[in-house]
């Protein structure tokens, strides 16, 4: 079934610009922001934990050296990464956007989400 269609936002150019300048900014620590990014919502949630049963925790911090860890937060990043680049044809993200939905919509988890 083909995702349905979203009215995407278009951004003016100087809002591209200013995307694609952070982003530059990003880029070169992208993998250690990710990561930071993966803590803050394991600390802010910890019930997000159950979301992630191959994650291995040191106490109450994700293990940042755990293979899983990483590949989980690079994933997230590379989404990202995929929007900023798409900015002048953000439809292109339908089916990657539309996919992810349904794969997290499968998650039963009570709490902050």
């Not at 049963?53 to 755990?66: A, T």
Request: hydrophobic letters at 40%; a neutral charge; charged letters at 25%.
């Amino acid at each position: 079934m083909a995702p349905a269609a979203i009215a995407w936002y278009c951004f003016t150019q100087e809002e591209k610009q200013d995307l694609e300048h952070s982003w530059n900014l990003v880029e070169g620590k992208k993998n250690h922001i990710a990561c930071d990014i993966y803590e803050m919502i394991f600390n802010q949630c910890p019930e997000a934990r159950r979301l992630f049963p191959k994650l291995k925790f040191v106490g109450s911090k994700p293990d940042r050296k755990n293979n899983e860890f990483a590949f989980q937060a690079m994933r997230f990043m590379q989404v990202i990464e995929g929007a900023v680049k798409a900015l002048d044809h953000l439809s292109s993200l339908d089916v990657i956007l539309d996919n992810l939905g349904r794969r997290h919509g499968k998650l039963e988890v009570n709490g902050k989400f």
